[in-house]
């Protein structure tokens, strides 16, 4: 009777919980992307491949860009967070100093150190928070030129250039547009980096807007509005390329795909070029894009770390650029490895890659997210109210130093 007792037992155990290798459940990674739905269904497809390879399973969670700071510092509060994030190339110093995610160049240093060598240098500069890293860059997105070829047949390679041109332009009632960063930091940063100046010291424990250099940068940044007919409003760039009255224009690479399919009747007569080059002899342009880290919360540190190298792998890279292309959605690969490689017009990749090698993006520093504000303040100042530019920039230097001293 206690044997039959015994076998019912194991049968009713066998029964509910299967074989002894299913009762341990199935390791899984949570990962939040700041983007689309279907840029996270992109990164749950390319999981696939991982699970099979490494029997991990990894579920991606959209989150707007809206809602995902405050979602972000929640979670870090609540004791709730991914395994994985994805966000601004900001907010992981600001997540980190406040002991929310882990180093990853402390904890991976070697795996760091080879990645960092596989990257923009300018987007790195953004990521690395006085040689602390709290992510390493997911995607990219630059700033670069495009332009009516058939109206413009050689793009302005200098500010002198740039200037001419749009003299030119003017007398025939056509001009220029910025669809990124008009009247904005965003806007500004590439002529103070080609004017040779810079938001602050290379420790970034000054703020260095009241030099000449961002002086010089405001200026000419100010006259493309004053005097050379830049719209002061936002105008799409598809429109403005389409009819040709603004048949230059600064924006973001995403654009590319999006003027391709909105305005296929000037097919073959537009271009893109690199930024124009200032007194610097540099056409540095803005860079910027996602971060991708892990969480101090997250139990499964060493799986997450895998799984970041294996989205950093070009051949994931490519199949993640592709449905990015599919979807419009067109973010660029950080790891210059990928380039050899990538399924791009060469004409477009020989762009934006020279553009990309001379790129800066926003600061790492704590404070940058509140810092902007007085940039931007800075601009309004100078171009709508036409304010002294050094007068502007040395308020600004000095309520970005005072937001400096309230991080440390």
């Known amino acids: 009777m206690k044997r039959i007792l015994l076998l019912l037992c194991i049968a009713v155990l066998l029964s509910t919980f299967g074989c002894g290798t299913k009762i341990i459940k199935e390791k899984e990674l949570v990962m939040w992307l700041v983007g689309s739905e279907s840029q996270a269904m992109s990164v749950n497809e390319v999981a696939k491949e991982f699970l099979a390879k490494t029997g991990i399973k990894v579920r991606c969670e959209a989150v707007s ?3 995902a700071h405050a979602k972000y510092l929640i979670s870090i509060a609540g004791g709730v967070t991914p395994d994985i994030g994805t966000m601004g190339l900001t907010w992981g110093t600001e997540f980190g100093t406040l002991g929310a995610m882990i180093d990853l160049g402390e904890m991976f240093p070697e795996d760091v150190s080879t990645i960092k060598d596989k990257i923009f240098p300018g987007i790195w500069e953004s990521v690395d928070y006085r040689g602390r890293v709290y992510g390493i860059p997911f995607d990219m997105t630059e700033q670069i030129m495009y332009y009516r070829n058939d109206i413009i047949p050689h793009p302005p390679e200098t500010w002198f250039a740039l200037t001419e041109a749009l003299k030119e332009l003017k007398k025939q009632q056509k001009g220029m547009i910025f669809e990124w960063g008009s009247l904005n930091w965003i806007g500004y940063s590439a002529y103070l980096w080609q004017a040779g100046g810079d938001y602050y010291n290379d420790d970034f424990s000054v703020c260095t807007l009241d030099t000449e250099e961002a002086a010089r940068g405001m200026e000419f940044f100010a006259k493309l509005y004053s005097e050379l007919g830049v719209p002061k409003t936002q105008i799409p760039l598809e429109q403005g390329m389409r009819t040709g009255d603004f048949p ?30 200032g007194p610097s002899g540099k056409g540095t342009g803005f860079i910027g894009g996602r971060i991708m880290g892990i969480f101090a919360q997250s139990g499964n540190k060493n799986e997450a770390w895998q799984f970041i190298k294996f989205l950093f792998e070009p051949k994931t890279q490519i199949a993640l650029y592709e449905k990015a292309w599919q979807a419009q959605d067109t973010y660029l690969p950080p790891n210059m490895n990928t380039w050899d490689v990538l399924p791009m017009d060469e004409k477009f990749k020989k762009v934006l890659k020279a553009q990309a090698l001379d790129t800066k993006g926003p600061p790492p520093i704590v404070v940058w997210e509140t810092s902007t504000r007085f940039v931007n303040q800075a601009i309004q100042k100078v171009v709508l109210t036409k304010v002294d530019t050094k007068k502007a920039l040395k308020e600004a230097t000095r309520l970005m130093n005072a937001e400096l001293k309230k991080g440390r």
Request: neutral net charge; aromatic residues 10%; glycine residues 6%.
């Open 248 to 277: 230059l224009a600064i924006s973001g690479n995403w654009k590319i795909v999006e003027l391709m399919i909105s305005a296929p009747e000037i097919k073959d007569k537009w271009s893109i070029a690199p930024l124009p080059k």
């Open 65 to 67: 860009w809206g809602e």
